[in-house]
C-alpha cells in the first residue's frame, strides 16, 4: 500500500494513461483486474477550457475506477491552471496528473508534453501554478531527459516536489527514444535517492517478474504497465499477486481471454455506440489475441467486423477451435 497526498492505494501497481486507450471501458476493465491506482489518457487542457463535446466526453468516470489520475497537458501556464480548476471541481477524478512525458511531435510543438523536460524552471513555475489553485493532489508523469545530451530527471523531478507535487512517475527513456530500445531503471533509482515524495517506475516491465525486479533494483514505490496490459489485464492481477504472495498465477485460457474481451467491447459499447466501439475495439481484440496460436486468419477477420454481431462470433469461433484443438492434443 502507499499513497499520494491523501489518497491511499491497495498494492504498488498502477495502469499507466496511455493515449487512445485508456477510457472508462478499457480503465474499468483493468481496474477489476486489482489495479491499485489507473490512469485516464490525457487530455488537452484547451479542449477543457473550451468545453469541446469530445474532451467533455473524455472526462467520464465510473466510480467504481476509484482511485483514478486524470492526466491533462499544455504548454501555457493559464489554460492549464484553469483545466486544473475545472478537472478539480467538476470530476470524481482522485489526483490531478501533469504529462511532461509525451513524445508525440504534435504534442511537443505546442511547448507540451516532454517539450517541459529541458526546462526544470518552467516545471516549477507550472506545476506551483497548478498546485496553487486546486485541491486535489497534483502528480507529474515524466521521461528521464529530452535526449542522451539533456538528461535532467534529478532536477526535474526536485523541481516537480518544491513545487508542492505529490507524485512522480519516470519513465526511463528520453523523448528521442520514443518506445525503443531499453527502459534505463539507474535514472528511475537516482531520483527515488534524490526526492522525498513516492516515485512511480515506468518502463519495460513486461512480467510480474520484471516489476519486482524494479522495485528492488530502484527503491521505487510502484510500478506503472502500459503496453504489458494491452489485451492481457492478467498481467496486472499476475503482477499484484506476486508481489503480495511470490505465487506466479498461470496464463488465462483462450476462453477467459475472449470473455473479457467481450465484456470490454460490451463497455465500449455503452460509452460510445457500437459503429465507433467495434472499429476502436478491433486493435484491443487483436491485442486479446497476441500469444494465442493459430489466430492470423481471425486478426485479419477482425478488422472485416463492423458489428457486435461479427466480431462476437468471430472470437466465440476461434475459442471453440481452440478447445477442439486441446481436446484433439489430449486424446491424442
Known sequence: MFKIGNVEMKNQVVLAPMAGVCNSAFRLTV???G???VCAEMISDKGIVLKNAKTMNMLYIDERENPLSLQIFGGEKE???????????NTNADIIDINMGCPVPKITKCDAGAKWLLDPDKIYEMVSAVVDKVDKPVTVKMRM?????HIFAVKNAQAVERAGGSAISLHGRTRVQMYEGNAN???????KEAINIPLIGNGDVKT??????????????????GRAALGNPWM?????QFLETGELIEEPSVREKINVCILHLDR??????EYVAVREMRKHAAWYLKGIKGTAKARNGINECNTREELVNLLNELVLESEAKEQFVQVG
Open 208 to 225: 510480474p517478474q520484471d516489476a519486482k525486479r524494479m522495485l528492488d533494483e530502484t527503491g521505487c514505490d510502484a510500478v506503472m504497465i
Open 35 to 37: 489495479a491499485g491506482l
Open 145 to 149: 531527459g529530452w535526449d542522451e545530451e
Open 268 to 273: 465500449l459499447i455503452a460509452l460510445k455506440s
Open 185 to 191: 531503471w539507474d535514472i528511475i533509482r537516482e531520483v
Open 31 to 33: 481496474k477489476e483486474f
Open 236 to 240: 496486472i492481477y499476475r503482477t499484484v
Open 79 to 89: 489554460t492549464l491552471v484553469e483545466a486544473a480548476k475545472f478537472v478539480d471541481k
